[in-house]
């Protein structure tokens, strides 16, 4: 990412003109290796198609597309010419910002430096400043605006006690990005300040992005700590930022008009008694960007000039961005939107001028605004189209005849029939409503049907699984979070369909943007609720079902066009996006319809009627699969089906290999729930109880008496079964929304796991109190995830013994998971004081392979049947029973078929898996000889890849 630093600096440069400090620039790039000699040649020529003086004295010469393959490396390097040079038609620049870009990155640099283009004397500073530093901190320009506008205030919510007003106001401030998650568990620490006339203040510095001010009204008058409360303001305070709006505020106070805002049913009066940027209530035009490096530096100039013709104000704001909109006739506040091609740009317009404005606006931004460009894929054109574009870049082919395609595998089962490819659907529909009365009833009307469709599809689902999916999806429907966002743009003039999607669009962002899997998954399920009220809005019909079975190819799944689907019809699902643990996977796995995910964007190339054959078991496709494929696929799932049947006759019955030698087969859970369907389906024991499950599905962390409860349930269930528990593995990737955790480049190396708790010893110790308290002298194995050093196993050992002294357990066991390769190169001094290990495939083989496990086209390739993880776990089982201790397996790898006769050749003890897969993996046991399984896994070692070590358990 472009960023500015000193070191890009050199100070004092002189040119005589142009041509000159192009040529410096050119050799300072050169000489620092960021492109190759030739790149002058492209700042030439970018000059020549027009000046890239910014204004104040800046200009940011770069390099044409055709000069992008001289490009090394992403880079800017600045040039301060105290003199001055000439760029043409009198401008003088006194930095030139040299830049070095593959592709649009430098559209950052210019949000960067829009924040000093404001500023009215920049061109003399930069002109006299004597040092790289002063320098910098210029460009990095004027503190930054506090946001308040209308979607920062909501009136009248449904909340019954202080700390749930603080949830709301942390909540709009955390969906205008002004702070990271957590920022409402910072709050709620924060000392409240009581301003009288009912109203409180919060602040606080930690986890802000930017400043901002959010308002919050309760429906019916509450109290706080004895006194009225009428309304909350939350600032995330960065700065002085805050100060002018402090200033007013208390001048409204001492005025004796605080009640006014406690008392406010419209946003906009409050806007105006604070300050905050008042909605215009203004026509507006909706448009995609077409131009191919976004809304940069030329087109934004053109753009800025045609909009300075119009005798008053227009705005322009980005449809998906929280951002507020800016001025459209100051290029600096153009740049600052960061425009790309396909964003949908939104121009509003003062009445008076609206008219000749928009349309003159619209048309010069189809034209390209200056720049020849590629009209952009149809569904994007129409001006109001839900986001649901899905732009196949043109170097993706269809797949041809006879091509295998890898994907994730979701749901397993062999399917066959033609592709029914489809397509997303394009709503059209007004931005500006008929009236609020009419849009309000219309909104009401589409959430009754949308209500009574979902009644039906959780009365018609068979599986628990679907039903719970519908229960949430009524009440996302019923979140009052969301109708109260929708009812007060329905206030400002929107259309019922654009205030639904909008709001709708925006959660979703938010829960994607929480970096964790599993959640952000979540984003697809308020995506479907979103278009299916929206479909009702616009009368728009879901597209026919071909009559004979057939493979459903489509982008995206959500959960209800899954559980919708008649799996007597669908026989497989194939997406381009998605993971295996969305819930459209988990419905088809439910529905039994066999699903590969994440195929990529080639397969919505397919032709609708193309043969395909898929694999869900393996995430294989083949297009348009031979006869001899078509007959090999049929075999395989009739053996299959055979296998899986005898294999359930035997589920409760110990794995023995045929040689005598057992393999205990355990359950993997995530909630106490669990437990009962692992023991019916033949678990001997649970292997891994992910605790941070429990801990996510509360909305504060679950205290000591809750989690005792929920331990205590998971062992009674068991009936004197072992119970292998993993203390809290949370951070990093998957944040608890309670726990304010700083924003990490890369989480997946960051503070997770142990290291974290090891930093919060209060929460740790509670859980070890809980799970000791729980035991009852039953066995309990407890285990630390992500352990990478013997230092952390200490640490998290001594703490435990010490409670233990406290609350003594007779059946107790302390090891750690292998997850990090560190930790597997450390088995044999860690073996000497743990009781047990047990093997994280998953992460395990992120960390070997340096293949990020939910990479949306590399995670296909993160095998753990790897021979470099295969050498880990070697090395670990060695390692534990030299000193007698036993090991477990409990990633996805030890319910693969392929791998459980290399797992047990490799010594392995335990096997821990999802319920469902237990039968199928003491059968895979049953049928294997320890001399056999020994044998393969010391070749598979001697491989090179994972495919050589599949293709060699295959052959057998
Ligand atoms: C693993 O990493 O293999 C594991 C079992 O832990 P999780 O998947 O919960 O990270
Ligand atoms: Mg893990």
Redesign the pocket.
Known sequence: MLELTIEQISMAQSAVDKPAALQLLAEKLVADGLVAEGYLAGLQAREAQGSTFLGQGIAIPHGTPETRDLVFATGVRLLQFPQGVDWGDGQIVYLAIGIAAKSDEHLRLLQLLTRALGETDLGQALRTASTPEALLKLLQGAPQELALDAQMISLGVAAEDFEELVWRGARLLRQADCVSNGFAAVLQQVEALPLGDGLWWLHSEQTVKKPGLAFVTPQHPLRYLGQPLTGLFCLASLGEAHQALLERLCGLLIEGRGQELGRATNPRAVLEALGGDVPADWPSARIGLPNAHGLHARPAKVLAQLAKRFEGEIHLRLVDSAEPAVSAKSLSKLLSLGARRGQVLEFIAEPAIANDALAALLAAVEEGLGEEVEPLPAVAEVAVVVEETVVVTPKVQAPVAGQQLQGIAAAPGIAMGPAHVQVPQAFDYPLRGESHPVEHQRLQDALVQVREDIEGLIRRSQAKAIREIFVTHQEMLDDPALTEEVASRLKQGESAPAAWISVIEAAARQQEALQDALLAERAADLRDIGRRVLAQLCGVQSADEPSQPYILVMDEVGPSDVARLDPARVAGILTARGGATAHSAIVARALGIPAIVGAGEAVLLLKSGCPLMLDGQRGHLVVEPSEEVRQRAIEERETRARRQEAADARRLETAVTRDGHAVEVFANIGESAGVKAAVEQGAEGVG?L?TELIFMAHSQAPDEAIQEAEYRRVLDGLAGRPLVVRTL?VGGDKPLPYWPIAKEENPFLGVRGIRLTLQRPDVMESQLRALLRAADNRPLRIMF?MVGSVEEWRQARDMTERLRLEIPVADLQLGI?I?VPSAALLAPVLAKEVDFFSV?????TQYTLAIDRGHPTLSAQADGLHPAVLQLIDITVRAAHAHGKWVGI???LAADPLAVPLLVGLGVDELSVSARSIAEVKAGVRELTLEHAKSLAQTALGLGSAADVRALVEKQ
């Not at 994280?840 to 395990?844: E, I, P, Q, R």
Request: proline share 7%; aromatic share 0%; glycine share 14%.
């Open positions: 891994l992910r593995d995830p998971m997850e994280g495939t998953n992460d395990l409990c990633g996805e």
